[in-house]
């Protein structure tokens, strides 16, 4: 008894001496600090507006309809820029809209994401827009606060100062980024039968595609189907959730398949039955940030770290879809911070971060590495979409908007340049 009691005691004692170990450690950190954003439905569900064209200050994706190129001002909303002489690009007006980081278009109406609506948006007139439909709730909020409201991102801060160990908010990273920029996609297939007017492209980095008269859009985990029938009154036919529920980063329409990219790898939807995908098979890679381009029998793939993905691998993957149902790796390439594609005539654009603009030679899908045609790093970058068989590449990153001429894919020609104004 005597022992047993000696035991406890010093379990006991061990057991305090831990506690007050525990209370006691504290050290100077560098860390990124995440400030939940709460808004209002108030805040949140304010009409879009039109402004005076303004300048680009912190751009994200680019969007391309016929001669009009939209460009997302991050959480603020839409650049609107007159493309008709690419070597004079002209901004025409600006559509504030709160919470706006992905869009797509069809015919003159306009599909925007406002924090968790849909906004389907006439543009006949762009000076003078109309609302048409606002779908409540069609994505997912993160988290209510009955006083705050709905938290709808978090801000990131890198601070110095001192911490607890044990402190949760110096470790990892919230995942609440519904439509961010790990984020964005494709080209938009063709708008199908009946007399639907033009679909626009939207990047490889792109959360929202349309296909034929079906709305498609991913976040962190769903794909989300709206029929479009009806461009103005966007209505919701299907939820499907996506692999495991997590991770979910990109989607891109081609012929009648999706692609979709996501932390874990690329996943194949038939879409024979455009309100009812179903999975075909899928491509599993490291625990990276990844958009996808396909073009032929061939998924172009880039990998990058120093995201929230957490990863460490920067590689192009080339993925040989012939046998859809067994998509197999053909070859990787080494990079610097791989981030959106475009491949049009066997050459792929690529940006790769703040090692710039490369073109690559992709005939030989072997050996791309060995078939650099172009570099420059002089600036960074975050998305390229090219211009169908009108030998002109459009390129956004931290800089701004630029447009080249390929018809030489080993020395582009710089045709304009939007810059942004810090």
């Not at 950190?29 to 954003?37: A, V, W």
């Not at 507006?49 to 994200?60: Q, S």
């Amino acid at each position: 008894m005597k022992n047993s009691n000696i035991f406890f005691a010093t379990i006991s004692l061990l057991l305090l001496m831990s506690a007050c170990v525990k209370d006691d450690c504290k050290r100077v950190m560098t860390y990124t600090k995440y400030e939940p954003i709460y808004k209002t439905y108030d805040e949140i569900r304010i009409d879009p507006v039109v402004e005076p064209g303004r300048d680009l200050i912190n751009p994200g994706k680019i969007y391309l309809y016929g001669s009009l190129i939209l460009i997302n001002e991050i959480d603020e909303g839409i650049h609107v820029i007159d493309n008709a002489n690419p070597s004079s690009p002209a901004k025409i007006a600006f559509i504030a809209i709160p919470g706006n980081l992905d869009i797509a278009m069809s015919g003159t109406t306009l599909y925007a994401d406002n924090y968790i609506d849909l906004l389907a948006i006439d543009i006949t007139d762009i000076q003078n827009i109309r609302l048409e439909k606002r779908v409540n709730d069609a994505f997912p909020n993160y988290g209510t606060d009955p006083d705050l409201g709905v938290l709808v991102k978090y801000n990131a801060e890198e601070v110095t100062e001192e911490v607890i160990c044990d402190d949760p908010a110096i470790w990892g990273t919230p995942q609440i980024e519904p439509f961010t920029s790990v984020s964005t996609g494709g080209v938009s297939a063709a708008a199908g039968s009946g007399s639907r007017e033009a679909i626009g492209i939207g990047g490889s980095m792109a959360r929202f595609a349309i296909d034929g008269q079906n709305l498609y859009v991913v976040d962190n985990q769903d794909m989300h189907i709206f029929d479009i029938t009806v461009p103005e009154d966007p209505t919701r036919v299907n939820q499907l959730q996506i692999g495991w529920g997590w991770g979910i980063e990109t989607i891109f329409p081609y012929q009648d398949k999706l692609f979709i990219g996501s932390n874990t790898g690329m996943f194949i939807y038939d879409n024979s039955n455009p309100q009812n995908p179903t999975y075909l098979s899928e491509f599993e890679h490291a625990d990276v940030c990844d958009p996808v381009f396909v073009n032929g029998n061939f998924a172009y793939i880039t990998l990058r770290s120093g995201t929230r993905c957490q990863g460490f691998i920067n590689q192009l993957d080339v993925i040989d879809i012939s046998d859809i149902l067994n998509p197999s790796l053909i070859s990787t390439t080494a990079l610097t911070n791989p981030q959106g594609l475009s491949v049009e005539n066997d050459k792929l654009y690529l940006c790769d971060g703040a090692d710039g603009l490369k073109v690559f030679d992709v005939a030989d899908k072997f050996n791309i590495g060995q078939n650099q045609l172009f570099h420059d790093n002089s600036f960074p970058t975050y998305d390229a979409i090219t211009i169908p068989n009108a030998n002109i590449l459009l390129v956004v990153g931290q800089d701004g908007f630029y447009q080249y001429n390929t018809s030489s894919p080993a020395a582009l020609q710089l045709l304009s340049h939007i810059p942004v104004v810090k």
